[in-house]
């Protein structure tokens, strides 16, 4: 297979999201300078500098605006996020002691508790939905919803054999496409960090 991307329509789209993401855990959540969410099992690998990681089979990389909500109480978002200097795992909501605003103390309180979760890998991929706008939907156990809206930019599903990308077209347009998977050497390390996926 080459690298060409090929466009792909929007319901087989969410029949590939749904069998390769149903039934998988939620398992790490990290940002370089987009949003990373990862599905499946975290398993040793390296990374591009050949730093021992773990990584899961199935990433999310958005770009564009999401949020976590569990049933209608909403537990963080993208704009709970600073931009990062460099690349940081440490997410703005798990910080060590919680703001002075009581409701923002709350706030804080539900975050750790997500990502407990995230960590216990017990938020588990139930549905899928893909809107004709690229829009995402991810129903997880525990009455947990991840909300990704294509607006400006996009997101893209990265497997082990096809990338799935959703992005927006300077003129608007909503783009829905697959490419093979390319895959990046990785030199060896005798140096492992569990903190930088990148």
Known sequence: ??????????????????????????????????HVFEFGEQKPKLNKRGVEITKADVSLNVECSWRIRCGTRYVMGSDDFEFPRSVQRVALPRRRTPPGDPNDA???RVCQQFFREVERASLVVRRVQVSALGDL?????????LDVWVQGSGWMLHT??????????LSGEV????????????????VPSPHNKL
């Open 1 to 34: 297979m080459g690298d060409r991307w090929e466009q792909i329509a929007q319901r087989e789209l969410q029949e590939a999201l749904r069998s390769l993401l149903v039934g998988l855990p939620l398992s790490d959540y990290w940002k370089p300078i987009f």
């Open 175 to 190: 783009s829905l496409t697959r490419s093979p998977r390319r895959r990046f050497p990785n030199p060896d390390s005798r």
């Open 160 to 169: 082990p054999h096809v990338t799935w990308d959703a992005s927006v077209a």
């Open 106 to 108: 709350i706030r804080w």
């Open 137 to 145: 939907k991810i129903s997880l156990s525990r009455n947990h919803v």
